[in-house]
C-alpha cells in the first residue's frame, strides 16, 4: 500500500488537471456510473465526523474526516481525515492518502469548474470571504482558471487574512492581494466572488446592486443552518448551479430559498448540464454554483494522485 501525504499530494496535483478531472467526475455523476451511499454524519459537541464511501471503475474509496470549526484558535487546521483507495475487482488497499489535503484540493477543482463554466473568460478580480485553508486553496485554482489580477480578502479574524495574503504572495507572486475593508468593498471590486465559511448568518451584503452581475461560488455551507448567501441574491437569478443533487437537501443557501419560494426548483440545474452543453448561459448575468461536494469527486482525486504517484515513484510503499 502506497502511503500519500500532504508534501506529495501538492507536489503531483496540477490546478487545471484536477479541474478536468473533476468534470469528469460531474458528468460521471450525470450518468449513474457509480455505487455512492448517502454520506455518514456524526454531530458532537459541535463538531461532525463524516464517512463518504464510493465505487466507480475499477476502484473504491472511503473518506473519513472530522471538522472541528473550533480548532483554529487552537491553533489546528478545522479538518483532519484520511481516503482509503481500494482495488474495485479484489478490494485490495492500494494508498492512504492525506485526506485533509485531498478534500482541499479537490473542493477547489470543483469550485474552479464552476469559475470555469460561469464567469467571463476575462474576469480578472476576485474576492474570497473566509480566508482559511479551503480559501487559500480555492484562490490557487481560480487564479489558474482565469486571468486574475488582483483579490480581495475578507474574514472576522483579520490575523487569518494577513497570514493568508503572505502565503498568496509568496505563491502567486504577479497577483495584487488586498485585505477588503468589508463586504461591501468586496463585492463592490469583484467579478467573482467564492464564499468559503461555515456562517449561518449571510456574509454578503443583502444589497441587490452590489451582487448584479457577478459570479458566486458558495463552497462553505453543508447544513441546513448554515447559510452565506442573503435573500437580495436570489430574484437576480436566471439559473442556480449545483454540484450534485443532494445540495438541495443539505446546504441552507439553498433549502432557505427553496421552500420560502424566493427560487424555485426549475431554476436549479446541474453544472454538468453547462459542461455537455445541454445549456447554454450567458456568464455576463447573475449565477450562484453551490458546491457540498461528494464521495465521487474523493474517488476521482484519489485515483488522479495514484496514478500520477505511481508514474513518478513518489509515496512510502508499506505492508498493510
Wanted: hydrophobic content about 45%; charged content about 20%; proline content about 5%.
Amino acid at each position: 500500500m502506497l502511503i500519500l501525504n500532504e508534501e506529495i499530494i501538492s507536489k503531483i496535483v496540477d490546478p487545471l488537471e484536477l479541474t478536468n478531472i473533476m468534470e469528469q467526475a460531474m458528468l460521471s455523476y450525470a450518468s449513474g456510473d457509480f455505487v455512492m451511499p448517502d454520506r455518514v454524519h456524526m454531530d458532537f459537541d459541535g463538531n461532525t465526523l463524516l464517512l463518504m464511501p464510493c465505487s466507480s471503475g475499477k476502484f473504491f474509496s472511503t473518506k473519513l474526516v472530522s471538522l472541528f470549526p473550533d480548532n483554529p484558535v487552537k491553533g489546528e487546521p478545522v479538518l483532519y481525515g484520511s481516503v482509503m483507495l481500494n482495488d474495485g475487482s479484489n478490494g485490495k488497499a492500494l494508498a492512504l492518502l492525506n485526506g485533509a489535503k485531498l478534500t482541499a484540493v479537490r473542493t477547489a477543482a470543483v469550485g474552479s469548474a464552476g469559475i470555469r463554466h460561469t464567469s467571463p473568460k476575462n474576469a480578472s478580480t476576485l474576492g474570497l470571504v473566509g480566508a482559511g485553508v479551503q480559501g487559500l486553496h480555492q484562490i490557487l485554482f481560480a487564479c489558474k482558471n482565469r486571468p486574475i489580477e488582483k483579490v480581495w480578502v475578507l474574514d472576522q479574524n483579520t490575523s487569518l487574512v494577513d497570514t493568508l495574503i503572505k502565503e498568496l504572495k509568496v505563491q502567486l507572486p504577479d497577483v495584487e492581494f488586498i485585505a477588503a475593508k468589508d463586504s461591501i468593498e468586496l463585492c463592490r471590486e469583484s467579478e467573482i466572488i467564492i464564499t468559503a465559511t461555515n456562517a449561518c448568518t449571510p456574509v454578503l451584503p443583502d444589497v441587490a446592486e452590489l451582487l448584479r452581475g457577478k459570479t458566486i461560488i458558495a463552497i462553505g455551507s453543508y447544513k441546513p443552518e448554515m447559510i452565506e448567501m442573503p435573500e437580495a441574491l436570489y430574484p437576480l437569478l436566471k439559473h442556480c448551479f449545483i454540484d450534485v443533487n443532494m445540495a438541495m437537501e443539505e446546504s441552507g443557501d439553498l433549502i432557505h430559498p427553496l421552500s420560502s419560494g424566493m427560487l424555485k426548483s426549475n431554476q436549479i440545474h446541474s453544472l454538468s448540464d453547462i459542461i455537455t452543453a445541454k445549456l447554454n448561459i450567458d456568464a455576463t448575468e447573475t449565477s450562484l454554483y453551490k458546491s457540498v461536494g461528494m464521495a465521487l469527486f474523493d474517488l476521482f482525486s484519489a485515483v488522479y494522485i495514484y496514478d500520477v504517484a505511481l508514474k513518478s515513484g513518489l509515496g512510502q510503499e508499506v505492508s498493510f
